[in-house]
């Protein structure tokens, strides 16, 4: 088993999550994320920084978030503590990608890209 490696990647999502703060790296970010439905302002941040801070990849936190939980359950038995470690991040991409997800089924029509910064719609 590659621990070491698991746990400083675990530790780089931690570093990299969207919309909330990890002390001694960063302040909550990015609520300026919105996306705009009906008469509803959506704020899209949430998972990890992804592609310079400039998008939000759906497929790259949706593929993260399903590894995370499969490593789980496979280590689950023999190290419970890394486990945990690694729903606990899995989950907060869970959340990300449930946020930006249903935003995106009312904007993109697709779960490819969400982009939101200031103008509250996708597009730059």
């Known amino acids: 088993m590659w621990r070491d490696t698991i746990v400083k990647t675990i530790n780089l999502f931690y570093c990299e999550r969207c919309g909330d703060a990890i002390p001694g790296i960063h302040d909550v970010c990015h609520g300026d994320w919105r996306c705009a439905h ?64 249903s935003a995106t089924a009312h904007v993109a029509r697709g779960p490819q890209w969400i982009f939101g910064r200031r103008s509250g719609r996708h597009g730059r």
Do not use: C, Y
């Open 38 to 101: 009906g008469d509803r302002n959506i704020v899209i941040n949430g998972g990890w920084h992804d592609a310079g801070d400039l998008s939000q990849g759906l497929v790259n936190t949706s593929e993260a978030v399903v590894a995370m939980f499969l490593l789980a359950k496979r280590v689950q038995a023999t190290d419970p503590e890394l486990a945990q470690r690694l729903i606990v991040e899995a989950v907060w991409g869970s959340i990300g990608f449930s946020s930006a997800g």
